[in-house]
């Protein structure tokens, strides 16, 4: 059975930093996770769920322009998990935010596109 499970949200006052955590489980991920890319998303109330963070098998990032210089993206595929520091935290970093597993395929695998549940980070002015 495959699962992330994202960890390490909360309430934060502005200026505050938090470290997610997400946790890849399934044997899909025992020849691919070191490969694929990990995402972070964030959905705010009202709004349209958005790409925070990105970080290639190889260990490329990219961030969004607004996240950029306060989030930190890493991850350790030897223990199938992504993290996100953030720092500097505004209460518009409020939202829910959600781990993305994305692989392409290839010969011997099949693509896939797994989501965590979320987590609930809020940033209080």
């Known amino acids: 059975q495959v699962q992330l499970v994202e960890s390490g949200g909360g309430l934060v006052q502005a200026g505050g930093s938090l470290r997610l955590s997400c946790a890849a489980s399934?044997?899909?991920?025992?020849?691919?996770?070191?490969?694929?890319?990990m995402n972070w998303y964030r959905q705010a109330p009202g709004k349209q769920r958005e790409l925070v963070a990105a970080?290639?098998?190889?260990?490329?990032?990219n961030y969004a322009d607004f996240v950029q210089g306060r989030f930190t993206i890493s991850r350790d595929n030897a223990k199938n998990a992504v993290y996100l520091q953030m720092n500097s935290l505004k209460p518009e970093d409020t939202a829910v935010y959600y781990c993305?597993?994305?692989?392409?395929?290839?010969?011997?695998?099949?693509?896939?596109?797994?989501w965590g549940p979320g987590t609930q980070v809020t940033v209080s002015s």
């Open positions: 993305n597993a994305h692989w392409p395929g290839s010969a011997l695998t099949h693509p896939y596109d797994y």
């Open positions: 399934g044997s899909i991920f025992r020849s691919t996770f070191s490969r694929n890319a």
């Open positions: 970080i290639t098998g190889g260990g490329s990032t």
